[in-house]
């Protein structure tokens, strides 16, 4: 047995299992930072996925499969949007739709595309994150393993410190954590609580999206109703878990990362203990983490409540 | 009372080139069916502290809202600096140099001094990249310059009040207003600090900004404004200089109406205390000591009012009382025995009931029927309901007598949700409740709150039946008259504590118009 090529491959799945939450999850944060809550991540990742399968299956490129699932994604939360930000709608009531219907319209057009199967075919691989000359070099190492790193990981974790950097350190990010902290006070300065409510559901929608379809091309190489299976909801998790920060989010996600590396790792045929129980690990970690560490206080006041200029 | 002064005698006090910096003109606005304000002017001299005067409701705010944007009039106009504007939302009000002090803080609690200053504003370097630097420099430069010293890297929730409100002051000049509204500036605030902020409003003016103050506390107009223009119900009734008239003579204006006089019942000249309350200390939700030191005393067969304007501790009394809100030190009693930090259940078991204020929101439950309103106390006793299980006949029978009792309309509404009945009606039921279950202490709040004549009429009886029947009553209303007509005795709240205990037949309405905000305090 050889330790670090061991360590090189738990650390590879855990960055892999870690992505498509880390989307979502990201999402997540944009969404509920500015007031808005957004429990429909899972919905919208099971669209993203859908989408990113049989998109890069048709046009043959797992780059347009990713982005055609984040504008998917988009799309599907732009119901949200309208219920929520222009309506007044529950968000919690409008979230809930929209997850049963991210889930239905996927294996309805998954039935239609691909001839009464609930398994759409398999796609194309988004590529490593290595340039060639890294990967021939690594090739034959004890660290051959990390060459599986996705493009899409690095992206996600450079999103993190995009992320952070843009919330806390430009005037955008500012007028979005006032929004979900007191948007009264950004209408009264003159800006627009509509709008950027709107910005950022929409961008939250595109980011789950994309999570969902990392899932289906990378991980799973194509789409089938159990794709997803909850993601979007330990991702939900991670957010809270991380005190709605994007940096909190990633070390959250990549702890239900690397729980659900775990039961890959510790399952398969001679594992000792039953894989059924294993795969239970990061829904019982998720409702562990949320029981023990989290207190209601550090969510953004807003979060939840429609705005209308009455209630001033 | 000499009141003959016209706006022609204002303009006597001014040099005749000044131009209004902010010029109101037959403003009109309705929401709905309720007109609020119906032609209102107003004129703001340049370098000048100009009160808003009126009781609540009387459409202060909401002139003020439409110079600020939030609100667009119905008809009128609005020209600042002499050149008419169309102010059509916020944004454009700041450009054209006016900011308002919100009373209910527009500041981001998680965000410093500094990013709330700058929200909206921010000092940027390279693509929206905000620069903190510069931001905490260019802001405590202006603190200085104002005298408003804050630390710019300080957390708001850290902040106390006062703090808090200079911060907003703060943020206004930082758009670089020349006309400051200031909506009820110191109904929050200690009276220290309520000190402070009129120094900062004189620091202001004499820095030749424009300064338009919303209030009801004549007193503070007296020590700091220099006009008073007073609003009554939706349209204005003049504006003086405030130098020319003393805080009787502006009290008086603010709360003129018809007095209807009915003749009042008779105190039976009772003994026996009900409710006795001493040195009752309580805050509020912001830790903001609302009550200060309180002490009454209602004997069996006495209306205590409680006059005062509203927001100064009314509503933290009623609810001590009621132990709805946790009281600091000091004792409630009744019979003599304390009920202060106890439960609501207790309260109701040692026979208080209570009115309250909002009956849509505490009074009743909008989606039950009437019955199930009229037992909302009571549907743990027997009769009512044995073992958990509910005796709806008895219920229904409980409510039908109540209902022919208390003439509640529609006859046979009962099992009819409640939210179908009018206002007037919906009040029945509460008096019908509270009074059924033979209380010794009645605390009634409001209780002809947006009500009409014939409705209100009902309810003052009820309580002078209440009275003959040797029960204390404790009425707080912002009415000033249905106070001097439904009391005894009168107890005037200003700040949170009780300034004058008067008999109700041996004071005027301009006295106690006077009482009411803070002015004659000895």
């Known amino acids: 047995m050889r330790i670090p090529n061991n360590i090189a491959l738990i650390f590879v799945g855990t960055l892999m299992y870690t992505t498509p939450l880390l989307f979502a999850a990201l999402g997540g944060v944009i969404s509920e930072l500015s007031g808005v809550m957004n429990i429909a991540l899972e919905g919208i990742m099971t669209v993203g996925a859908f989408t990113g399968a049989s998109v890069s299956y048709f046009t043959n490129s797992a780059f347009v499969g990713f982005l055609a699932a984040g ?5 599907l939360i732009l119901l949200h949007a309208v219920a929520c930000v222009t309506f007044r709608a529950d968000q919690t009531i409008s979230g809930t739709a929209i997850n049963f219907l991210g889930g239905g319209i996927s294996i309805l057009l998954t039935k239609k595309l691909f001839n009464g199967s609930a398994l759409s075919a398999s796609a194309p691989k988004l590529p490593s994150a290595f340039p060639k000359f890294v990967s021939n070099r690594l090739k034959g190492t004890d660290l051959e393993a990390i060459n599986a790193i996705s493009i899409a990981t690095l992206f996600a974790f450079l999103l993190v410190f995009f992320l952070w950097f843009f919330m806390y350190r430009t005037k955008w990010g500012l007028r979005i954590l006032a929004t979900g902290e007191h948007p009264a006070a950004v209408d009264s300065l003159g800006g627009s609580v509509f709008k950027i409510r709107y910005f950022c559901v929409l961008c939250s929608g595109f980011l789950a999206a994309l999570g969902g379809a990392f899932m289906s091309i990378s991980v799973t190489s194509s789409f089938s109703p159990v794709t997803i299976c909850g993601q979007g909801f330990i991702a939900l998790g991670a957010l809270i878990f991380g005190k709605w920060t994007p940096q909190g989010a990633m070390f959250s996600c990549l702890l239900f990362g690397f729980a659900r590396e775990c039961t890959t790792m510790l399952g398969g045929q001679n594992g000792f203990v039953s894989q059924a129980l294993l795969e239970m690990l990061p829904y019982v970690l998720t409702i562990a983490v949320l029981i023990l560490f989290v207190g209601r206080s550090l969510a953004p006041k807003a979060v939840g409540v429609p705005y209308t200029k009455d209630l001033r | 009372m000499e009141l003959e002064r016209t706006e022609q005698s204002l303009l006597e006090h001014l040099p005749a080139k000044n131009v209004a910096a902010v010029s109101m003109c037959n403003i009109h606005k309705s929401f709905g069916k309720n007109h609020a304000l119906r032609g209102v002017d107003l004129n703001v001299m340049p370098g000048t502290i100009h009160a808003l005067l009126g009781e609540n409701g009387a459409g202060k705010s909401t002139l003020m809202n439409i110079l600020c944007g939030f609100y667009h009039q119905d008809i009128g106009f609005i020209s600042i600096n002499g050149k008419q504007v169309n102010i059509t939302n916020p944004k454009m009000a700041i450009d054209y140099g006016i900011g308002m002090v919100h009373q209910h803080f527009m500041l981001v609690q998680t965000f410093t001094v500094a990013q709330n200053i700058m929200l909206g504003s921010e000092l940027t370097k390279g693509i929206g990249v905000i620069d903190f630097k510069r931001a905490n420099r260019e802001i405590t430069e202006l603190s200085n310059e104002y005298r408003l010293t804050v630390n710019t890297k300080k957390k708001v929730l850290d902040m106390s009040v006062g703090m808090q409100q200079r911060v907003e002051i703060l943020k206004v000049l930082y758009r670089g207003a020349e006309i400051l509204i200031l909506d009820e500036p110191t109904a929050v605030l200690t009276s220290q600090e309520a000190n402070d902020l009129m120094q900062i409003m004189r620091n202001l003016a004499s820095n030749n900004k424009t300064i338009v103050v919303i209030t009801h506390k004549i ?32 009290g008086a204006m603010m709360v003129e109406r018809e007095i ?5 019942l008779k105190t039976t000249k009772s003994k026996k205390t009900i409710l006795e309350i001493k040195d009752l200390v309580v805050k509020d939700d912001r ?9 009454l005393e209602v004997k069996a067969g006495e209306i205590l009012g409680v006059a005062g304007v509203d927001e100064n501790g009314q509503q933290e009394l ?16 009744i019979h003599g025995k304390e ?3 106890t439960t609501t259940k207790n309260v109701i078991c040692s026979g208080i009931s209570a009115i309250p204020e909002d009956r ?14 009229m037992i909302l106390k009571r549907y743990k006793e027997k009769p009512f309901s044995r073992c958990g299980r509910m005796n709806k006949i008895l219920i229904k029978q409980f409510a039908d007598d109540l209902i022919e009792k208390f003439d509640i309309r529609p006859p046979n509404c009962a099992e009819i949700p409640i939210k179908k009945l009018s206002g007037g009606n919906q009040q029945k039921v509460i008096i019908a409740r509270e009074v059924s279950n033979n209380p010794d202490l009645l605390v009634a709040m409001q209780p002809t709150r947006g009500l009409d004549i014939g409705a209100i009429e009902y309810v003052h009886q009820k309580l002078w039946e209440q009275k003959k029947k040797e029960k204390a009553i404790l009425l707080i209303s912002l009415e000033l008259n249905e106070i001097m007509e439904m009391s005894d005795r009168i107890a005037v709240i200003y700040n949170g504590e009780i300034i004058a205990v008067v008999e109700a037949d041996a004071t005027s309405e301009e006295e106690m118009g006077a009482l009411m905000v803070g002015g004659g305090k000895k």
Do not use: W
Not at chain 2, 227 to 250: A, K, S, W
Not at chain 2, 318 to 333: D, F, M
């Open chain 2, 260 to 264: 209807v006089s009915v003749p009042r």
């Open chain 2, 219 to 250: 007193n503070e107009i007296k020590r700091v404004c220099d006009f008073c223009t007073i609003i009554r119900r939706g349209e204005n009734v003049l504006t003086v200089h405030v130098d020319d008239y003393n805080e009787q003579q502006l």
């Open chain 2, 360 to 373: 849509h929101r505490s009074g009743l439950v909008m989606k039950f029927s009437v019955a199930e309103n």
């Open chain 2, 287 to 295: 830790g903001v000591k609302k009550i200060n030191g309180v002490s």
């Open chain 2, 339 to 341: 009920i202060q930090n």
């Open chain 2, 318 to 333: 009623v609810e001590a009382i009621t132990c709805l809100r946790k009281v600091e030190s000091g004792t409630i009693k």
């Open chain 1, 71 to 75: 504008f998917a994604g988009a799309l």
